[in-house]
């Protein structure tokens, strides 16, 4: 996942602001979004122009988003914090299917060892 600096993030916005915008320039203006950057020698406000299509499309693009790095919640302990392997870094359990066939595999493993004398 590749960082933004803050000058993309308000540039990002003010192009999907003027995109909505010039399909439909007459909508009804909600109100103002105010975006406050920190940059390296100043504070600057950015002040956006919130009409009902900003709105709805702002809402629907950000409730669609899917950060590629949330695989779901634990089953064991709802965190949701799973690793690429889908270890929970909360309980420290496996989660899921993955992770009952890795619980499944250590136990059977264990009673082999136990039963050629291993343990």
């Given at each position: 996942?590749?960082?933004s600096a803050p000058d ?47 709105a709805r499309a702002l ?50 493993h264990g009673r082999d ?7």
């Amino acid at each position: 996942m590749t960082s933004s600096a803050p000058d993309d993030v308000v540039a990002t916005l003010r192009d999907f602001v003027d995109r909505i915008d010039a399909v439909d320039p007459a909508a009804a203006v909600l109100g103002e979004i105010e975006v406050r950057v920190a940059g390296d020698v100043a504070v600057d406000k950015v002040r956006l122009t919130l009409t009902a299509p900003v709105a709805r499309a702002l809402v629907e693009a950000l409730r669609g988003y899917h950060d590629p790095r949330d695989r779901g919640c634990c089953d064991h302990c709802g965190g949701r914090r799973l690793d690429d392997n889908f270890l929970c870094l909360d309980c420290h359990r496996p989660s899921g299917l993955f992770g009952q066939m890795i619980m499944e595999r250590a136990a059977r493993h264990g009673r082999d060892r136990a039963a050629v004398g291993y343990e």
